[in-house]
């Protein structure tokens, strides 16, 4: 009898992509939520719920609660690839088509523009999380429906309709009678 190694079992990582709470899901930190996730692989999995405002004051931005993991500092994602520094990093900070990791000088850009007219990102207040094999349960008992992601979806969209946009369609229940 041939085993498989455990890590073959393991499905492709889904960084990049929005995952999409169903009506199922009872948590109320995720209950109609659309994250992005950011990292997903053997240690787990790391996203931004991305239609979520925050309540915050006195900044000179909007802020959306990225999840209930506390985080210090801000994270930012824009859709402005002639913000992102060229350099010899090996670190790409497109995390889907057109969606960019902000850093701080894309946080500065952000401060100091007086018309935000025109200007794409999001800065996030704490983060979501899940362990290892933690999301893939979850996705097991249906909770999430996985779509692609993308810096149009995510700009274009109010915040408030993103969740309504992208979840899947429900199928009624079958009667039992």
């Given at each position: 009898?041939?085993?498989?190694?455990?890590?073959?079992?393991?499905m492709?990582s889904?960084?990049?992509?929005?995952?999409?709470?169903r009506?199922?899901?009872?948590?109320?930190?995720?209950?109609?939520?659309v994250?992005?996730?950011?990292?997903?692989?053997?240690?787990?999995?790391?996203?931004?719920?991305?239609?979520?405002?925050?309540?915050?004051?006195?900044?000179?931005?909007?802020?959306?609660?990225?999840?209930?993991?506390?985080?210090?500092?801000?994270?930012?994602?824009?859709?402005?690839?002639?913000?992102?520094?060229?350099?010899?990093?090996?670190?790409?900070?497109?995390?889907?088509?057109?969606?960019?990791?902000g850093?701080?000088?894309?946080?500065?850009?952000?401060?100091?523009?007086?018309?935000q007219?025109?200007?794409?990102?999001?800065?996030?207040?704490?983060?979501?999380?899940?362990?290892?094999?933690q999301?893939?349960?979850?996705?097991?008992?249906?909770?999430?429906?996985?779509?692609?992601?993308?810096?149009?979806?995510?700009?274009e969209?109010?915040?408030?309709?993103?969740?309504?946009?992208?979840?899947?369609?429900?199928?009624?229940?079958?009667?039992?009678?």
């Amino acid at each position: 009898m041939v085993s498989l190694d455990h890590r073959s079992q393991r499905m492709a990582s889904l960084a990049g992509s929005f995952l999409i709470a169903r009506p199922v899901l009872k948590d109320p930190n995720f209950h109609q939520t659309v994250i992005l996730l950011l990292q997903h692989g053997e240690e787990g999995a790391f996203g931004l719920v991305v239609n979520r405002a925050a309540d915050v004051d006195n900044l000179p931005f909007p802020v959306f609660q990225g999840g209930p993991c506390s985080s210090e500092g801000f994270m930012m994602l824009h859709g402005h690839e002639d913000w992102v520094e060229k350099s010899a990093l090996p670190i790409d900070n497109q995390v889907a088509p057109g969606l960019f990791l902000g850093d701080a000088e894309c946080f500065s850009r952000v401060s100091q523009q007086s018309e935000q007219e025109g200007l794409r990102y999001r800065i996030f207040a704490g983060y979501s999380g899940w362990g290892p094999d933690q999301l893939e349960g979850e996705m097991v008992g249906g909770a999430w429906a996985i779509v692609p992601a993308s810096a149009d979806v995510l700009f274009e969209t109010p915040p408030e309709e993103l969740w309504q946009k992208l979840v899947p369609p429900s199928f009624p229940q079958p009667s039992v009678n």
